[in-house]
């Protein structure tokens, strides 16, 4: 039986972090400037981690940060630890500290995941937060402008998880439900991520990968054989949204010459 090999989406290597970080805030505006433009706002899911911090710091400043309408823009994470806000490990404060507290975004268009609460009620109310932002109170994520996330800034862990959605999870395996908590196999353990049903309605989903230490995953996520429930990163499948990868030179440094 023929092994299937993953699909090998749009990728950008850039040649350095810092010309990634750049890459990726001028993907938001423009994100920013189509979903206002079609539907008079503009929702983002925001990613954790290291490798954002960089992009919300150019977002947070000029030249960029004017370029935004912000006052149109809605905040959403992709996943969250399950600490108090004000947690080191949370990524809401990281957001925070780095952007959200330096740009005008009405605190009424942030939406932070309540990480500090039971995470199966947090998860409960989260996804009865996002059907509402989203205008689907029930059924299916749906991809039509002014019901689906814009732009969701995703990552990649060196085993191949994306948002939370780890390896051989219930997460990774879900079909119906929009957001799940989970205990993984990290630290903190316990985590509450959006699923690939929401994630894949949206217009565009953006992976932003840097360093040499990702190199062989993410060789293994873009060319390798398909199988999602051990690279959970493979679930991303927007259709008929949009899927780009911007990653630097070192995280590239595996990638086979042609797709």
């Known amino acids: 039986m023929a092994v299937e090999r993953a699909v090998r989406p749009d990728v950008d ?107 199966a009620a947090a998860a409960a109310s989260y996804e009865m937060m996002m059907r509402k932002l989203l205008r689907t109170p029930e059924g299916a994520a749906t991809s039509a402008p002014g019901r689906r996330i814009d732009l969701a800034l995703l990552g990649l862990g060196d085993n191949g998880h994306t948002a939370s959605i780890f390896p051989e999870s219930a997460a ?28 894949n309605a949206a217009a565009e989903l953006l992976f932003v990968v840097s360093g040499k230490g990702k190199a062989n995953v993410l060789a293994r996520v873009l060319d390798g054989p398909r199988r999602p429930r051990e690279l959970p990163a493979q679930l991303i499948a927007p259709s008929p949204g949009r899927l780009h990868w911007l990653v630097d030179a070192a995280a590239a440094a595996e990638l086979a010459k042609s797709p």
């Open 172 to 199: 990774a395996s879900e079909t119906i439900r929009w957001v799940m908590a989970e205990s993984v196999d990290a630290s903190p353990r316990w985590r509450i991520t959006l699923t690939a049903p929401v994630l």
């Open 13 to 119: 290597v850039l040649p350095s972090a810092e010309a990634l970080a750049d890459a990726a805030a001028e993907r938001f505006v423009v994100a920013a400037e189509q979903a206002i433009s079609e539907s008079g706002r503009f929702v983002v899911a925001l990613s954790g981690g290291s490798t954002p911090r960089r992009s919300y710091e150019r977002l947070a400043r000029e030249p960029v940060v004017s370029r935004i309408q912000w006052s149109l823009v809605h905040v959403v994470w992709g996943d969250e630890r399950c600490v108090p806000p004000n947690d080191a490990e949370s990524n809401y404060r990281m957001a925070r500290e780095e952007l959200l507290e330096h740009v005008p975004v009405p605190d009424a268009n942030i939406h932070r995941i309540h990480g500090e609460e039971d995470p």
